[in-house]
């Protein structure tokens, strides 16, 4: 299991959608200078413990979960090469999906608060893990056909 490289690629992809939990996703400034930072479980006001929660993102938070847990799951399947393929291809889709939630919440955030946003190097872990899943499934194909070739041959 942990001999195949897609393993590693299903760890890293798992570890990089995790430690999305470690630092926001952007960070704004309002028109007055009020600070808002965009985590994965809401929109804050404010900085440090004095922070208040103006808007729930708890969507985002439930997508960067499942994208994780998904590439832990999958390695679990290491025998069932189709199902791991069929799931590398369901959470490609939840992790493009993430982009498409965050920048909902982008512009609706752009539009209400009327704020100047700046994106932190937590965006781009998303894709960074359709990436490594998308290797990852490349692998698996890889191996499914050289089971397959070697079904052949008996």
Known sequence: ????????????????????FLSPLAEMIGP????????????????GETANRIESAMPVWFL???????SLVT??????RILQIRICI??????????????????????TLEVVMNFRITVVFP??????????????RKDEMLVRSYDRIR
């Open 75 to 80: 390695i679990l399947f290491y025998k069932r």
């Open 32 to 47: 007055q200078g009020e600070y808002y930072r965009f985590a994965l479980t809401g929109i804050y006001e404010g900085v």
């Open 64 to 70: 960067v979960t499942v994208t994780g847990a998904l």
């Open 127 to 140: 894709a960074i893990a359709v990436i490594m899943v998308f290797l990852a499934t490349r692998g698996i």
């Open 90 to 111: 369901f959470n490609l889709m939840l992790l493009i999906g993430f982009y498409a939630l965050f920048f909902f919440y982008f512009f609706h955030l752009r539009s």
């Open 1 to 20: 299991m942990i001999q195949r490289i897609q393993t590693v690629w299903l760890l890293l992809a798992a570890a990089i959608m995790f430690s999305m």
